[in-house]
T-cell receptor, first 107, second 113 residues
Framework: ELKVEQNPLFLSMQEGKNYTIYCNYSTTSDRLYWYRQDPGKSLESLFVLLSNGAVKQEGRLMASLDTKARLSTLHITAAVHDLSATYFC???????FGAGTRLTVKP | EAGVAQSPRYKIIEKRQSVAFWCNPISGHATLYWYQQILGQGPKLLIQ????????DSQLPKDRFSAERLKGVDSTLKIQPAKLEDSAVYLCASSKWDVYEQYFGPGTRLTVT
């Protein structure tokens, strides 16, 4: 069965701390996407990872892809309150999404 | 550049009624997607169009859901008849081609009573 598993599903962290969200997927894929969703809002594209070893960074977020391990990570550096949202990963085979990681950053 | 447009934004219907949603993708985007997002879950792909052809509709409940994309631009998604479990947000997204990132519309929140 094709699956995308994210962990943790819920993450509460303090401002200024670092943390990593993990995305495991069950079949080979050469493209992996990360999205952000604010409460009551639609999804916003964050990163598109197109090949093994790809690393992309935007502000305090950095995403990487290991296609051999079928693993993508989203690393948060020095978290700030504005990063509070739900983060989804998705891969291209059938546009299957993970369940999402609900991140809350506390002062 | 204008984003993905969807209407209506909210809809409340009774079970067994019909409902239709409309989506206008970003100009020039060949690929269009419809997703169902139930509260607290990730989006679930219902159907993917490439221009006006269907690429993937394996998760579309075809006994009650239908979708079309006329002339490779706008698209409509219809539910007939609706069930209580269809209550969800229906998201439309588009991309230049299927390998590119998707741009999502604001969604239509459907409540079936």
């Amino acid at each position: 069965e094709l699956k995308v598993e994210q962990n943790p599903l819920f993450l509460s962290m303090q401002e200024g701390k670092n943390y990593t969200i993990y995305c495991n997927y069950s079949t080979t894929s050469d493209r992996l996407y990360w999205y952000r969703q604010d409460p009551g809002k639609s999804l916003e594209s964050l990163f598109v990872l197109l090949s093994n070893g790809a690393v992309k960074q935007e502000g305090r977020l950095m995403a990487s892809l290991d296609t051999k391990a079928r693993l993508s990570t989203l690393h948060i550096t020095a978290a700030v309150h504005d990063l509070s949202a739900t983060y989804f990963c998705s891969y291209n085979n059938d546009m299957r999404f993970g369940a999402g990681t609900r991140l809350t950053v506390k002062p | 550049e204008a984003g993905v447009a969807q209407s209506p934004r909210y809809k409340i219907i009774e079970k067994r009624q019909s409902v239709a949603f409309w989506c206008n993708p970003i100009s020039g985007h060949a690929t269009l997607y419809w997703y169902q997002q139930i509260l607290g879950q990730g989006p679930k792909l219902l159907i993917q169009f490439q221009n006006n052809g269907v690429v993937d509709d394996s998760q579309l409940p075809k006994d009650r859901f239908s979708a079309e994309r006329l002339k490779g631009v706008d698209s409509t998604l219809k539910i007939q008849p609706a069930k209580l479990e269809d209550s969800a947000v229906y998201l439309c997204a588009s991309s230049k081609w299927d390998v590119y990132e998707q741009y999502f519309g604001p969604g239509t929140r459907l409540t079936v009573t």
